[in-house]
């Protein structure tokens, strides 16, 4: 009886949808709305909603309204910057004066000790980063010897043919690729999300983004899969390794079509990236969506005549903006990383200064994104793409529950949750297999699975933690701060404060100011 309901509330949002698109008067002639087939129609009715209230030629359109979207995967589907370093260290494509110093210099720099123990993840030897990056750079040294000189532009075809032929040409991208997964395991986010930016050193800003928009051109086509690199080097530092890395990225119809929706009815679209800005310039270029987007902040290298150095820009924030189907940059002074917390402190140090208040809508599918989210008080609507992968110990997973709450047991659109002054959250279910795509319901297909799921997949055996904390939610009629509030702290499994008998949340107290707390 539920699934039927359900049926009928979905052809109902569909057939409100269609009727308000072809039907919306003279007033609204202009109106661009939602209306691919593939939205959640929640997802599609709450947005709709929100132009046609808050939109240009409605009496509550206000010309700064702005939003804020996340970049990797939200934007785009797939790990998007695993794409750019894949086919950057596959194609070797590095600065001309990259030799092995430079590439150990490079390697090393954010790691606060080189000493450290990598673990044995992707390894057996439990080798230092010291001891990865020696292999590193050994194997480099020898391939460049061989078949350099290297360059920003990469090896022609056929010496790569002949590199996939050599052992030493296998020890470097396995080990380079493994390295990265170790900086991003072992480290916080604010340091493995601009990591890879050091293997930009010594190229200018063309030549980096033309890294990533080659990168981006070759995987977009690239259907989901698999990749396992691996060496065979026993005798060395860090033993023989092994890496699997996801290819395939795209930036799905559904969001190209938002982003226009949004441009159309004169709301600004900031990209937000916890990474270089150059990646999402690339990849908004490459899916022709660019000239629907304000702009894009994100971290940069600091540059030395002309070129970028092995250092972070600590100075600011690097700001693009597309012009003329080229991108102008700019320079905000904030040191903050932009990246959770960080996101906030930016979007207060450049847009709210610009604009004079917080984005008005959001986007997000990740615990990178939760804070700017749920911080924000003028935040009317936030769109949660659901990855499936975060359990009640990340904010993806509570945002996810949240999400439902809100419809199900607090029956909330965009109208009742403003005057419950609430953020209205929405969940979009995604299909990762394949060419990746939306789908029109709240579940998503993982890569490598036919099955809908609507929360990580728990452990055989296992308690569904996002279910029970979900049921707790609606046990005890809690309002949507307080679900917020309550659950994004973390909590010991042996406290005698929780209330779920298993550890949740992922901020400790200073790592987040609480729902609604940005005016």
Known sequence: MKKLIAVLLCLSMMLTVSCRRGNSGADDEDRYLLELATWNPEAAQAVNDFLEKYGKGSEKYDKTAYAVFDFDETVVMGPVQDQVSVYQVRHLMFAEDMGP?????????????????????????????????????????????????FGPAGVEEDVLSKLKKDGTY??????????????????????????????????TEDEAYAVARKALHQNRDTETEKAVYASDDKASNAGK????????????????????????????????????????EAALDEWEAADDVAGVLGVGLKEEDGVYAAEYDEGGISIGTPKDGKWEKRDAPVSAVPCAEGKVLVINDVLVKEYGHGPVIGATAAQDGFNFCTEF??????????????????????????????????????????????????????????????????????????????????????VDDNQAQYDYMEKNKMTTAEAVNNFAYRMSGSSQENVLGFPYGFFEEDEFQGYHTNE
């Not at 720099?109 to 993840?121: F, H, N, P, Q």
């Not at 109208?415 to 209205?424: F, P, Q, R, Y």
């Not at 319901?441 to 929360?455: I, M």
């Open 101 to 149: 110093d430079k590439l150990a210099e490079a390697l090393s720099e954010g790691l606060e000790d080189v000493g450290k123990s990598a673990g044995t993840a992707h390894s057996k030897k439990n080798a230092t980063y010291g001891g990865w990056i020696a292999d590193i750079t050994t194997a480099y040294g020898k391939l460049q010897e061989k078949y350099g000189p």
């Open 170 to 203: 296998e020890v470097f991208v396995a080990k380079m690729l493994a390295l990265r997964q170790l900086v991003r395991e072992n480290e916080p986010e604010d340091v493995s999300h601009r990591w890879p930016l050091f293997w930009f050193a010594g190229m």
């Open 241 to 280: 390794a092994s890496v699997t890395v996801t290819l395939g990225a795209s930036v799905p119809d559904n969001v190209i079509e938002l982003l226009h929706a949004l441009s159309a009815n004169g709301i600004k679209v900031w990209i937000v990236s916890s990474e270089s800005p150059l990646t999402a």
């Open 377 to 462: 008080s003028s935040m009317k609507l936030c769109l949660v793409f659901n990855r499936a992968d975060s359990d009640v110990t990340d904010g993806a997973g509570l945002l996810a529950e949240i999400c439902c709450y809100q419809a199900d047991a607090l029956g909330y659109d965009l109208e009742k949750a403003e005057e419950a002054g609430d953020t209205l959250y929405v969940l979009q279910g995604r299909d990762e297999n394949g060419l990746r795509s939306f789908l029109d319901g709240r579940y998503t297909v993982k890569a490598g699975s036919s099955d809908e799921v609507l929360y990580k997949e728990p452990e055989a055996g296992a």
